[in-house]
């Protein structure tokens, strides 16, 4: 079936590091793919999303580029701060059809020390 | 940005008692909500589609007479967990869907609701 694999953490970085958080899909089709955002304490964001491959989603200065050779959806950000520190999901959906169910990989934890 | 409130945030209840949990969309319709429950280090698992006005879709292997879900107006979803165990203890989170022009389709998440059974 469909699922997604994305890195296990923790992951821990100190403050202005590169960031690279791998995620992979495996789907009969062609999905959109999404990243979200945990922060303590609260629900998850909706961080990036990409509907097409070779598109590009971008926020807050992250990044992921759907690559359908390589099934991957991995999340990048050039410079991490401590506010960033939080719950990574990568995820996929498809449209149409039935109701278009999001499935999630398993999270990925980011600390980032000052 | 569309809101998703959740309560209670957080419930300690013994074996066997029943707990409801409350999914509301604060500033939009939802005629969709999902239901997802979190386990430590996992991740999210559909639990059950609850769609406004019918009979929630449940996921395979989820008991529907354990977890009783009703969607009755176009903001509010309640997940009910019916002679709850340690087992259950859990992450429960909701998320509904804005069909509106601003979100078109996408999904926004509740804060969670912690379920713990002694």
């Known amino acids: 079936g469909d699922s997604v694999t994305q890195m296990e953490g923790p992951v821990t970085l100190s403050e202005e590091a590169f960031l690279t958080i791998n995620c992979t899909y495996t789907a009969t089709g062609y999905p959109s793919l999404f990243w979200y955002v945990q922060y303590p304490g609260e629900g998850l964001q909706l961080l990036l999303k990409?509907?097409?491959?070779?598109d590009k989603g971008s926020n807050k200065g992250f990044e992921a580029t759907y690559r359908k050779e390589t099934t991957s959806f991995h999340l990048e950000k050039g410079s991490v701060q401590v506010s960033d520190s939080a719950v990574y999901f990568c995820a996929l959906k498809f449209y149409g059809g039935s109701q278009g169910n999001l499935i999630f990989g398993k999270g990925t934890k980011l600390s980032v020390k000052p | 940005g569309a809101v998703v409130s959740q309560h209670p945030s957080r419930v300690i209840c013994k074996s066997g008692t029943s707990v409801k949990i409350e999914c509301r969309s604060l500033?939009?319709?939802?005629?969709?909500m999902f239901w997802y429950r979190q386990f430590p280090k996992q991740s999210l698992m559909l639990m059950a589609t609850?769609?406004?006005?019918?009979?929630?879709?449940?996921e395979q292997g989820v008991e529907k007479d354990k977890f009783l879900i009703n969607h009755a107006s176009l903001t509010l979803s309640t997940l009910t967990v019916t002679s709850a165990h340690p087992e259950d203890s859990s992450f429960y989170i909701c998320?509904?869907?804005?069909?509106?022009?601003?979100?078109?389709?996408?999904?926004?998440f509740g804060p969670g609701t912690r379920l713990t059974v002694l």
């Open positions: 998320s509904a869907r804005d069909l509106g022009g601003r979100a078109y389709n996408e999904q926004f």
């Open positions: 990409a509907t097409k491959a070779d």
């Open positions: 609850s769609n406004e006005g019918s009979k929630a879709t449940y």
């Open positions: 500033d939009f319709q939802a005629t969709t």
